[in-house]
């Protein structure tokens, strides 16, 4: 299986501040790298596909990069609403599979 | 509007069989593939398998040996069975849709998942 290890595991911000959130795997996944909101009670959301690509609906403000290993989500200005769970998710041909990473908790500072 | 609802007992005795359906509305389950993850309470998501609409599966490889996922397209449903469940089945379970975008006439594997049932929570206690 390939792993995917977020960083940090919480992250305290204020809104209208600049959140950064990482995602390592642990061998390359190329770009096929998602990265998913969830609120509680709710089913996962999906933000960015594809290591870059906003899927349809998500504000500018959300941003994704990287490929290969080391990928990031970037939130521009924090909005009330984006206080959330966030996972990173990679679908490999070989090893195939599916993983998430542990995910990253973004609270109210 | 494409949903997805899934459906099922939500209490399972220890040792007995786990059975979910995922019922999708505003769309024919053909042509994507059906995978089910679940989420165990205050924890993170884990992928049980998929499905092709032709029948092609996969599964995670450690729970492939209690895992079934079936198609039935009569009926746009999408079926999960886990068999001998224990304490640790006891999750929020989810079907969800893989993603494609298309571009200048071509589609693509998104690798992603972009349709979500709500989820349903089962707790396997005798």
């Known amino acids: 299986d390939i792993g995917l290890t977020q960083s940090p595991a919480t992250l305290s911000l204020s809104p209208g501040e600049r959140a950064t959130l990482s995602c390592r795997a642990s061998?390359?996944?190329?770009?096929?790298l998602a990265w998913y909101q969830q609120k509680p009670g709710q089913a996962p959301r999906l933000l960015i596909y594809?290591?870059?690509n906003r899927a349809p609906g998500i504000p500018a403000r959300f941003s994704g990069s990287g490929s290969g290993t080391d990928f990031t989500l970037t939130i521009s200005s924090l909005e009330p609403e984006d206080f959330a769970v966030y996972y990173c998710?990679?679908?490999?041909?070989?090893?195939?599979?599916?993983?998430f990473g542990q995910g990253t908790r973004l609270e109210i500072k | 509007q494409v949903q997805l609802q899934e459906s099922g007992p939500r209490l399972v005795k220890p040792s007995e069989t786990l059975s979910l359906t995922c019922s999708v509305s505003?769309?024919?389950?053909?042509?994507?593939?059906w995978t089910w993850f679940r989420q165990p309470p205050g924890k993170g998501l884990e992928w049980i398998g998929f499905?092709?609409?032709?029948?092609?599966?996969d599964y995670n490889p450690s729970l492939k040996s209690r895992v079934t996922i079936s198609v039935d397209t009569s009926k746009n449903e999408i079926s999960l069975k886990v068999s001998s469940v224990t304490a640790a089945d006891t999750a929020v379970y989810y079907c969800?849709?893989?993603?494609?975008?298309?571009?200048?006439?071509?589609?693509?594997?998104?690798?992603?998942?972009?349709?979500w049932g709500q989820g349903t929570l089962v707790t396997v206690s005798s």
């Open positions: 969800a849709r893989h993603h494609e975008y298309c571009s200048h006439g071509s589609c693509y594997d998104g690798y992603a998942f972009d349709l």
């Open positions: 505003g769309s024919s389950i053909s042509t994507y593939y």
């Open positions: 499905i092709y609409f032709r029948g092609n599966t």
């Open positions: 061998q390359s996944v190329r770009s096929h």
């Open positions: 594809g290591a870059s």
């Open positions: 998710q990679q679908r490999s041909n070989w090893p195939p599979g599916i993983t």
